[in-house]
C-alpha cells in the first residue's frame, strides 16, 4: 500500500471569485510567465481556512499529530499551470514539513488521465504511479515522496495549493525513512 491518502474538502463559497483572485496573484507575482509557485496572499483568511480544514482532515485519516509549528502560520503556496505555462520538476518537501499535501482548487476539464495528474516517483526519479485529482480533491502524503505535476493541454488555468505540517512522525506513514525525515530536530512551540 502506498502512503498516500485522498480525500476531498468542500468547495468555497464565492468558488469564481477564488479563481479570479488567484489568477490575478498569479499576474502579479510572475507577469506574464504564469507557471509560478509562490505563498497565497489571504487578507480574508479564506485559504487559512481551507488549511485549518486539511488539518482537520489529515488528522482523522492519519490520527492525533504532535504538531511542531504554530498554526497560525497557515500558509498555503499556489502553483498554476495551463497549456502555455508549465513548469514541471520532481521534488520532494523533506526540508519543510512532515506531512504534504495537494489540494486541487481547480482543474481542466479534459478526459486525459494523465493531463493535470500528479505523478509520484521513486528513488531512482522512475515513474510508479500516477492520479488524476478533481476539483476539491486533498491527496495526503510524507515528506519523501518525490512527485511532480504533469502537464495540462488545456486553456484553463489547474490551480493547485501546496499545505504541509511539521509534526512527530505519524504512525500511519510507517517507518520514517532512513537519513532522517526532515524537522525531526524542531523543538514543539
Not at 488555468?157 to 525531526?184: L, Q, V
Amino acid at each position: 500500500m502506498l502512503p498516500i491518502w485522498i480525500t476531498t474538502l468542500p468547495k468555497l463559497d464565492n468558488w469564481q471569485e477564488h479563481y479570479d483572485d488567484l489568477h490575478n496573484q498569479c499576474l502579479n507575482y510572475v507577469g506574464p510567465w504564469l507557471s509560478s509557485n509562490f505563498e497565497i496572499q489571504d487578507p480574508k483568511g479564506v485559504w487559512a481556512k481551507v488549511y485549518d480544514q486539511f488539518i482537520d482532515k489529515t488528522q482523522e485519516i492519519l490520527g492525533p499529530l504532535n504538531i511542531h509549528h504554530n498554526v497560525n502560520k497557515r500558509s498555503c503556496w499556489l502553483y498554476s499551470m495551463n497549456r502555455k505555462f508549465y513548469k514541471g520538476g520532481i521534488h520532494h518537501h523533506i526540508n519543510s514539513s512532515i506531512v504534504n499535501a495537494v489540494y486541487y482548487f481547480s482543474i481542466p476539464d479534459i478526459t486525459d488521465y494523465r493531463d493535470s495528474a500528479i505523478a509520484f516517483y521513486d528513488k531512482n526519479d522512475e515513474e510508479f504511479w500516477h492520479y488524476k485529482p478533481r476539483e476539491g480533491d486533498l491527496v495526503i502524503f510524507p515528506n519523501y515522496l518525490k512527485h511532480q505535476p504533469l502537464p495540462t493541454k488545456s486553456e484553463k488555468f489547474r490551480f493547485s495549493i501546496n499545505m504541509e505540517i511539521i509534526c512527530d512522525w505519524p504512525k500511519a506513514f510507517g517507518t520514517a525513512p532512513e537519513g532522517g525525515c526532515g524537522k525531526e530536530d524542531d523543538e514543539v512551540v
